[in-house]
Antibody, heavy 124, light 107 residues
Framework: EVQLVESGGGLVQPGGSLRISCAAS????????MNWVRQAPGKALEWVSS????????YYADSVKGRFTISRDNSKSSLFLQLHSLRAEDTGVYFC?????????????????WGQGTMVTVSS | DIQMTQSPSTLSASVGDRVTITCRAS??????LAWYQRKPGKAPKLLIY???MLQRGVPSRFSASGSGTEFILTINSLQPDDFATYYC?????????FGQGTKLEIK
């Protein structure tokens, strides 16, 4: 089955760190650009970060730049997001999403496959 | 950053109705625009990509049009399963940005 499954979310104190993961299966992970998108409670979807198939191209939202790090392990079909210096406004559901374009470089395309999300709560 | 503005924010309609949702970009995104459906507890679902291309498996009652800065999502003959929140997203330029969402409610 083609799917993405996130894990690693939880409760963390402000200023803390967390690493969330996304396990891909059912498709050739190595050929796709991958993304993280989050949604705070009651808020809109927010793009967080993108990483190309080879990890050569990486992009971040300004709101997380310098605090979050996206990475991938193609040998394990896994995507990661390391979250540092967490703030209350980072609370939300974090989704991994696959870009449907099979292209090593931008421009890319829309997100055709999403995981169910993992909840990150930043609170003391 | 490119701002995406959806209207209306909330839309009340009945089963069988035809509804339209508008998305405006603060600058041209050409046709690099997607529409997603989001239901509580479920993953977002891609409906439309490249402004007007229907994603495989999405019912044909969904359609979309537009280019540049103005885009429209149309749902014909609303079904009970369609009541959800809809988001547009531009992927022309990083940072990618989403609209604030349109919640489609049952009247």
């Amino acid at each position: 089955e083609v799917q993405l499954v996130e894990s690693g979310g939880g409760l963390v104190q402000p200023g803390g760190s967390l690493r969330i993961s996304c396990a891909a299966s059912g498709f050739t992970f190595t050929t796709y650009t991958m993304n993280w998108v989050r949604q705070a409670p009651g808020k809109a979807l927010e793009w967080v970060s993108s990483i190309s198939s080879s990890s050569a191209d990486i992009y971040y939202a300004d709101s997380v730049k310098g605090r979050f790090t996206i990475s991938r392990d193609n040998s394990k079909s896994s995507l990661f997001l390391q979250l540092h210096s967490l703030r209350a406004e980072d609370t939300g559901v974090y989704f991994c999403a696959r870009d449907q374009a099979i292209s090593p470089r931008p421009p890319w395309d829309a997100f055709d496959l999403w995981g169910q999300g993992t909840m990150v709560t930043v609170s003391s | 950053d490119i701002q995406m503005t959806q209207s209306p924010s909330t839309l009340s309609a009945s089963v069988g109705d035809r509804v339209t949702i508008t998305c405006r970009a603060s600058q041209s995104v050409w046709s690099w625009l997607a529409w997603y459906q989001r239901k509580p507890g479920k993953a977002p679902k891609l409906l439309i990509y490249r402004a007007s291309m229907l994603q495989r498996g999405v019912p044909s009652r969904f359609s979309a049009s537009g280019s540049g800065t103005e885009f429209i999502l149309t749902i014909n003959s609303l079904q009970p399963d369609d009541f959800a929140t809809y988001y547009c997203q531009q992927y022309d330029t990083f940072p990618y940005t989403f609209g604030q969402g349109t919640k489609l409610e049952i009247k």
